[in-house]
């Protein structure tokens, strides 16, 4: 499966010109990819004041990234503000090219920033089946809570959209490398760059991981599209010869 990664700068609470500004940089790239993936509240960045950028599953920026999979004959994934039935959700959407849409509702909220205060927690893991390969997409405070990851399902993919600051970037880096090598799987992370209006630096750390822990994609902090080919066969012959996830613990999830 081909890959690309988009780490950019987001302008603040501002919808038309975050989708404009990606759409120049995903028409922009020649190169045919099977994913895109987009960071955490991709078309207004982490913002507190949902009411001011929420759209539902019917507004202008699923339309967009609808058209933009068809266009570019590519899944198309990332996370940004939905309204339903009175309540706002870091909602991640997983487009197929042809416009299907698959959706997880961020299950851990990020207390510090006050985000449960504002959102409301998802409680389902999605996993997406796509081009042969199981992917289980979840949202940057996810990335702290291995449980709830943990690879019960068989998943080849973990991915990890994100608006992680730079003050605690070697955390991420840590946690990504973690979950690669304790699920046995490929794991992409995607961040933002750029400062906030709460004046968060962002310095992004975009990356992609194997499953021994190896970086395919080191981590980037120039604006950019990054792009990696992943290999399922080379996933599975690791993992028949080293079995580790035979031996995991079963436990109930609540």
Same mark, same amino acid.
Request: charged content about 25%; aromatic content about 12%.
């Given at each position: 499966?081909?890959?690309?990664?988009?780490?950019?700068?987001?302008?603040?609470?501002?919808? #038309?010109?975050?989708?404009?500004?990606?759409?120049?940089?995903? #028409?922009?790239?020649?190169?045919?990819?099977?994913?895109?993936?987009?960071?955490?509240?991709?078309?207004?960045?982490?913002?507190?004041?949902?009411?001011?950028?929420?759209?539902?599953?019917?507004?202008?920026?699923?339309?967009?990234?609808?058209?933009?999979?068809?266009?570019?004959?590519?899944? =198309?994934?990332?996370?940004?503000?939905?309204?339903?039935?009175?309540?706002?959700?870091?909602?991640?959407?997983?487009?197929?090219?042809?416009?299907?849409?698959?959706?997880?509702?961020?299950?851990?909220?990020?207390?510090?920033?006050?985000?449960? +205060?504002?959102?409301?927690?998802?409680?389902?893991?999605? =996993?997406?089946?796509?081009?042969?390969?199981?992917?289980?997409?979840?949202?940057?405070?996810?990335?702290?809570?291995?449980?709830?990851?943990?690879?019960?399902?068989?998943?080849?993919?973990?991915?990890?959209?994100?608006?992680?600051?730079?003050?605690?970037?070697?955390?991420?880096?840590?946690?990504?490398?973690?979950?690669?090598?304790?699920?046995?799987?490929?794991?992409?992370?995607?961040?933002? =760059?750029?400062?906030?209006?709460?004046?968060?630096?962002?310095?992004?750390?975009?990356?992609?991981?194997?499953?021994?822990?190896?970086?395919?994609?080191?981590?980037?902090?120039?604006?950019?599209?990054?792009?990696?080919?992943?290999?399922?066969?080379?996933?599975?012959?690791?993992?028949?010869?080293?079995?580790?996830?035979?031996? +995991?613990?079963?436990?109930?999830?609540?």
């Amino acid at each position: 499966m081909k890959i690309a990664l988009i780490q950019t700068a987001l302008t603040w609470e501002n919808p #038309t010109e975050n989708r404009s500004h990606l759409a120049q940089k995903i #028409t922009g790239f020649m190169e045919d990819v099977d994913l895109i993936v987009l960071p955490e509240m991709f078309s207004s960045g982490f913002t507190m004041n949902p009411q001011a950028i929420a759209e539902t599953m019917q507004g202008e920026t699923v339309l967009w990234l609808q058209h933009l999979a068809k266009a570019k004959n590519a899944a =198309i994934t990332g996370s940004l503000v939905i309204e339903e039935n009175g309540n706002y959700y870091n909602r991640l959407l997983f487009v197929y090219p042809t416009g299907e849409v698959k959706w997880y509702d961020k299950r851990h909220l990020f207390t510090l920033a006050g985000e449960d +205060k504002f959102y409301t927690a998802g409680k389902d893991k999605l =996993i997406v089946d796509y081009k042969g390969f199981k992917i289980c997409p979840l949202v940057c405070y996810d990335l702290r809570f291995p449980v709830f990851s943990r690879n019960r399902e068989e998943y080849d993919l973990l991915l990890y959209v994100a608006n992680w600051p730079k003050i605690r970037i070697n955390a991420w880096d840590i946690l990504l490398k973690a979950r690669a090598v304790e699920n046995m799987c490929y794991t992409i992370g995607v961040n933002r =760059i750029g400062t906030d209006a709460n004046n968060h630096d962002y310095i992004g750390h975009s990356q992609a991981v194997d499953f021994l822990g190896n970086y395919l994609i080191e981590p980037q902090e120039a604006e950019g599209v990054f792009r990696i080919e992943l290999d399922k066969e080379k996933l599975l012959e690791t993992r028949n010869n080293l079995s580790f996830l035979n031996d +995991k613990d079963e436990f109930q999830l609540e």
